[in-house]
Every structure is written in C-alpha cells, then in structure tokens.
C-alpha cells in the first residue's frame, strides 16, 4: 500500500489516498471520497510506478459500508446474464485482466451487479478500486472499462477477448442450473481454477512449453483438467499478474481448439 497526494483542482486543498500497489500492471485506480475539508469526489488514475496520469471529478461514489457488508442484494446470475448478456463477459474479463470497470448512469443497477460479480470471484474485486460505481459516465480513456448499466452496454475500453470462450461456456451452464446459489458456486469453483492454473504457471513455467504438455502437467500437478481454449482465459489472468516471461513460455498453437 502506498498514499500519495494530490491537490483537489476545484479548492486546491491536499488530499491523500492510499494505492494498493501489489497490482500487476496496467493502471491503477482508486476512487477519493469528500470529507469535511474538501467535499469533492474524484477518481485518481495513476501507473505503476504511482505517476498521476489523471483525476477525474465525479459527482458520487458507492462504497461498502465500514463493516464491509454490502449495500443491496445481488441479482441472480441468471438475471445478469440477461440484463447484461455478453456484456457480463466483458466485465468479468476485465476484472480478470486488474483492468478497472466503471459502473455508470444507475447506481441503484451498479451495486446490484457488483454484489453479483463479488460473489462469482473467491476473492471479490474490490469496489473504489477495481469496480468504482459512478453517476457520470463521462470518462476519458481506454484503460478502463465504462459500463452503462442503465442500457447495459460496454461505452469505452477495449476489451480483451481471450476468456470469452471459457467464460461464456461457464455461464451457459451455470445458468441452466435452476438453483441459483448453485450457479454461483459453479461459476466461482471454475474461475477458481482458471486462477489457481495461473498462478501454478508462475512457479513453474521456466521453460518454454506447448499447450499440450501445459494441460498435462497442470492437470497431473493440481487436478484441474483444462480445456484448450481454456489456456487463453489463463493467459488473460497471467497478462493481469504481469507475468510476461511466463506468457512466453506458454506456446499456443499446438493444438487444435477442441
Ligand atoms: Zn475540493
């Protein structure tokens, strides 16, 4: 973790906010509440080296209560990926990648779809950080995600599509689940293992490997048995750890999607 401080543009008083700098790459995000002394609201783009590469004023942010808990309920999956449709895929791409995804136009929309993407992560994106919530959608840049979830479309940032495949397929069947915390627990174990398949990579990728023996010997060291186009939702979580060397040594092409 590490503050930096920043003057607010609009009454110049000193305002600090704490960064998680464990990020991978990319852009950090953070979103910087009012207080007594300065009551405007800002989201805070920096690199990682913590450069300020903008600040962005915002008229409200929606933050977890102290204790944690959240504010709303969540909409069920099934919900989600009607409401949201591939869109849902987008985001939980991008959340995979540490790109931030803003939530505009419908707070009230926002937080339902946060709760709902919390409970599909073992450890939930953080909102303020790596999901803000925002009323104005009117933000600059392609280095994060802008959701309209009042329209429930994808406004600004490119999205990375590597995962699309994986991550569909495990919504389709979770959602043919009837039970709706049965889905959940379905998408949660799946992303799991993509995750837990990346970070085994690191530790053990040293050398150059095609993606067959990649698939065997994540299967034979961890259990999880992946699919081809599986390594591509991988590859997506290690470009999100920043992890280049072992993206090189990760040779697809190998194999014919299957
Ligand atoms: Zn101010």
Redesign the pocket.
Known sequence: MSTITFE?P????T?TVDLDTSRGRGIICASVS?DDK???NFIIFTDTDLNIRRIQRVDHIVRTSDDGRFLARGMSLRGARKVFGDTLVDIISCILLKKPVLLCDDPDVSITLYNTLARIFQEPPELGRDVLIIDDCDVDGQDVLVVNCRYSVVLKGNVPIDAHKTLGRFIDEAVAINDNEAAVVFVRQRISALQRAAEFLVDRLELPLYAREVLAIVEKSTGIRLKYADLHAVRLILRGLGQDRILRNLIMGDLDEF
Not at 10 to 13: D, E, L
């Open positions: 607010c609009i009454c110049k008083i305002r009012g300065c009551p405007h």
